[in-house]
């Protein structure tokens, strides 16, 4: 069963924007997890929150959560067409120690 | 370079047959772990695996099976059994079997049955 749902679906920017990708979850999670995938490739790992923590950064990219909503925001600062690729959220919760994924957030920012 | 290593990059199989995915990691992690990715259906766990000779059952074991014979390798056998083979298959692999550690992905087999 899927945990996290991305929203939205896809998302379409100009270089130089800000794109934001949010995750919603049913249960309490020990940590949140964000990946990305390019196409045809395999995912890449870019930030962990943990259920104690509100707010983290690398980079470009700020990543909040918020578990009284049951929720996370990826933020990617001054977006590069590099960055197309979708997006995905992966929570960790109870015992289980195995991410579950959603289906992901396609993003494309052109040049 | 440390790294984790699916082979082939795409597979072609006939009905009936069955199949093997190879997964290798470099990266002495103890967990490993298969998925597969259908379009708009993100990620769903076939088998994992936390330690040498001791895998369990995902989501959507059925038609597939394992082995982790060595701390390196988890290979993933596709049988006949499976009724809708044809996906992205991906392998990825964590240093322990926490959870507060990233998972690490292989580049992906494409299967397509014929």
């Known amino acids: 069963s899927q945990q996290g749902e991305e929203d939205p679906q896809a998302l379409s920017i100009q270089e130089g924007e800000n794109a934001t990708m949010n995750c919603s979850y049913k249960t309490s999670i020990n940590n949140l997890q964000w990946y990305r995938q390019n196409s045809g490739r395999g995912l890449v790992h870019l930030i962990l929150?943990?259920?104690?923590?509100r707010e983290k950064h690398s980079g470009r990219l700020r990543v909040t959560l918020d578990t009284s909503k049951k929720s996370s925001s990826l933020l990617i600062t001054a977006s590069r067409a590099a960055d197309t690729a979708s997006y995905f959220c992966?929570?960790?919760?109870?015992?289980?120690?195995?991410?579950?994924f959603g289906r992901g957030t396609s993003l494309i920012v052109h040049p | 370079d440390g790294g984790i290593t699916q082979s082939p990059k795409y597979l072609f199989r006939k009905e009936g047959q069955n199949v093997t995915l190879s997964c290798e990691q470099n990266l002495n992690h103890d967990a490993m772990y298969w998925y597969r990715q259908d379009p708009g259906q993100g990620l769903r766990l076939i088998y994992y695996s936390q330690i040498v000779n001791d895998f369990q059952k995902g989501d959507i074991a059925e038609g597939y099976s394992v082995s982790r014979e060595k701390k390196e390798s988890f290979p993933l056998t596709v049988t006949s059994a499976q009724k809708n083979p044809t996906a992205f298959y991906l392998c990825?692999?964590?240093?322990?079997?926490?959870?507060?550690?990233?998972?690490?992905f292989g580049p992906g087999t494409r299967l397509t049955v014929l």
């Open positions: 990825a692999s964590s240093n322990s079997g926490r959870g507060y550690n990233e998972q690490f």
């Open positions: 929150i943990r259920s104690n923590e």
């Open positions: 992966a929570t960790v919760s109870g015992g289980s120690y195995i991410p579950t």
